[in-house]
T-cell receptor, first 111, second 113 residues
Framework: RKEVEQDPGPFNVPEGATVAFNCTYSNSASQSFFWYRQDCRKEPKLLMSVYSSGNEDGRFTAQLNRASQYISLLIRDSKLSDSATYLCVVADSGGYQKVTFGTGTKLQVIP | DTGVSQDPRHKITKRGQNVTFRCDPISEHNRLYWYRQTLGQGPEFLTYFQNEAQLEKSRLLSDRFSAERPKGSFSTLEIQRTEQGDSAMYLC???????????FGEGSWLTVV
């Protein structure tokens, strides 16, 4: 089993749609959680951290369920510019804080 | 620009040659990571430095790969006797001691022909 697993893509959605991505992680000791966005042939960039209570940033909402070891990202009112690959990222606890990426879910927003 | 800097950005090399990539992390970030990414995959962890100490190496990092961070600032990743399977984007990232966010460089693309 992979340490971080994401929904297989691609997701093709019309502009204005709401889309949700899911991610599960295997290490129950994981401490920090993030969503990164990666455009084609570019480096990953932080989209948002994920907090236990859930958090929202504009059209983006992230949620964490520690009991189920599950993270989600919801994008409302999709824009063409949201087309990218979304990477789920998990960091372990401890001094080293190993950081593991999921394989990513590709989103294509269609006009 | 005070972000993570990688050099070279693109490298085409013949199979069997050695290549070296350099990473300059954000100033005062004591944690430095190397990842490898192939098309359609997420970044795969290669190695981690805390200051000058290499604290973790992935099994992906065969004996042909070596990484250093001699003074705890910039880092180098060397690949000896390159193989076609080494073709990928090599990403460097840095992270401050007290923060969680990881900042990536733009990556170094390697093509082995």
């Amino acid at each position: 089993r992979k340490e971080v697993e994401q929904d297989p893509g691609p997701f093709n959605v019309p502009e204005g749609a709401t889309v949700a991505f899911n991610c599960t992680y295997s290490n129950s000791a994981s401490q920090s959680f993030f969503w990164y966005r990666q455009d084609c042939r570019k480096e990953p960039k932080l989209l948002m951290s994920v907090y236990s209570s859930g958090n929202e940033d504009g059209r983006f909402t992230a949620q964490l369920n520690r009991a189920s070891q599950y993270i989600s990202l919801l994008i409302r009112d999709s824009k063409l510019s949201d087309s990218a690959t979304y990477l789920c990222v998990v960091a372990d606890s401890g001094g080293y804080q190993k950081v593991t990426f999921g394989t990513g879910t590709k989103l294509q927003v269609i006009p | 620009d005070t972000g993570v800097s990688q050099d070279p950005r693109h490298k085409i090399t013949k199979r069997g040659q050695n290549v070296t990539f350099r990473c300059d992390p954000i100033s005062e970030h004591n944690r430095l990571y190397w990842y490898r990414q192939t098309l359609g995959q997420g970044p795969e962890f290669l190695t981690y430095f805390q200051n000058e100490a290499q604290l973790e190496k992935s099994r992906l990092l065969s004996d042909r790969f070596s990484a250093e961070r001699p003074k705890g600032s910039f880092s180098t990743l060397e690949i000896q006797r390159t193989e076609q399977g080494d073709s990928a984007m090599y990403l460097c990232a840095s992270r401050p001691e007290s923060g969680n966010t990881i900042y990536f460089g733009e990556g170094s693309w390697l093509t082995v022909v």
